[in-house]
């Protein structure tokens, strides 16, 4: 497949990583001549230095032969009118585009048939939102990913003390759970993979990724030791775009509070929010977050423009009593860093849209 890649920022570059590695032919267009020449000279593809909108920089591009159009720049401007002259003149057959800003958002008639010809929309506060609904869904999972619209589930968590397979061989699931269809995908012990067989015996500490139906996902859970309690109360720190985000998402089904620093926002949050508690102050401080209930909260979100203080905060969220904390990161650097500490789950807008592209 002929694939152009626009924008060489940590996405498209990480995304162009992975498909040169599976034998497609790969162009990537950005302006900064430095970071192409450093990704050509380490990976199996093709460079072009120029605007990504431009009309003649997509022609040198081969926007014409492409197969498929990968939108990634910083700015949805470019990445938005990208899209439209490959298809205006070009008649590039997909194309794929991610649009950051809410002022977008709101308008999907911008989108579409009748308005810009992008036939997948990918929006990182989007996919930050189903990330954390479906580990809320499920506490005690690392990851949860869709498939067939939700029917199927690939699920990873952590295996404890405990758990009827731990210490058991895979072809015991089967007994265990006679009246479910699950499939062991992978295992990772000590950060090295496993293929897993029937005879492969499950360990304390292993990372066990399983697909399953959804109805089946929480005996499955049980099987290895971690099925938490159904959550009730969910505190967010940030009351930004994501944080306004899942507010709305959470309130009808979940007590919700939110610390946000801004006195402006926090005024604007609680006139906006039906059900969320929004108190002012810094979820640093662990007063505040002691004093509104944090060792009676089940899952404690971070989700601030400050990835230190994300982190920080969800530190002392667990160590106050949350059940369950995550943290939002945008350093990939940082992401391992923070899954070995106390913080449960480290969310990563750029990993969750790198993965929806790919």
């Known amino acids: 497949m002929k694939i152009l890649i626009l924008g060489a920022g940590q996405v498209g570059a990480t995304v162009a990583e992975n498909l040169a590695g599976e034998s497609h032919d790969v162009t990537l267009v950005d302006h900064n001549p430095d970071a192409l020449a450093e990704l050509e000279e380490r990976l199996d593809l093709r460079t072009v230095e120029g605007k990504a909108s431009h009309p003649d920089v997509l022609q040198r591009a081969g926007a014409r032969e492409a197969d498929l159009l990968v939108a990634v720049t910083s700015e949805d401007e470019t990445n938005m009118v990208a899209c439209q002259v490959a298809a205006s003149l070009f008649h590039t057959p997909k194309k794929i585009a991610r649009i950051r800003s809410p002022a977008f958002q709101r308008h999907p008639e911008l989108f579409g048939p009748s308005g810009f ?3 997948v929309l990918i929006n990182p506060e989007v ?6 609904m479906r580990l809320i869904q499920f506490p005690g999972a690392l990851q949860v990913l869709d498939f067939a619209k939700g029917k199927i589930q690939l699920v990873a968590i952590r295996t404890f003390t405990g758990g009827p397979l731990v210490g058991h061989r895979l072809a015991e699931l089967r007994d265990h759970l006679p009246e479910t269809d699950i499939r062991v995908a992978a295992i990772f012990r000590e950060g090295k993979s496993i293929v897993p067989t029937g005879e492969t015996v499950i360990e304390v500490g292993d990372e066990v990724f399983f697909i399953s139906p959804t109805q ?6 049980a099987e290895f030791g971690r099925f938490g309690q159904r959550v009730k109360r969910v505190m967010l720190a940030g009351g930004g775009n994501i944080g306004l985000r899942l507010a709305n998402a959470l309130e009808n089904h979940y007590s919700v509070k939110m610390i946000e620093r801004s006195p402006e926002r926090a005024k604007l949050l609680s006139e906006t929010l039906k059900k969320t508690l929004v108190f ?6 662990g007063e505040i977050s002691a004093a509104e209930g944090i060792d009676q909260t089940d899952v404690f979100c971070a989700v601030t423009n400050d990835e230190e203080a994300n982190i920080l905060s969800a530190i002392l969220a667990k160590r106050q009593g949350a059940k369950l904390a995550m943290s939002l990161i945008n350093r990939a650097s940082y992401v391992d860093l923070v899954q070995s500490s106390s913080i449960d789950v480290a969310i990563s807008p750029k990993l969750a849209t790198i993965s929806r592209l790919l």
């Open 117 to 119: 010809p992008i036939d």
């Open 127 to 132: 996919l930050v939102t189903e990330y954390v």
């Open 216 to 221: 089946d996902i929480p005996a499955a859970m």
């Open 280 to 285: 002012c102050g810094s979820a640093t401080e």
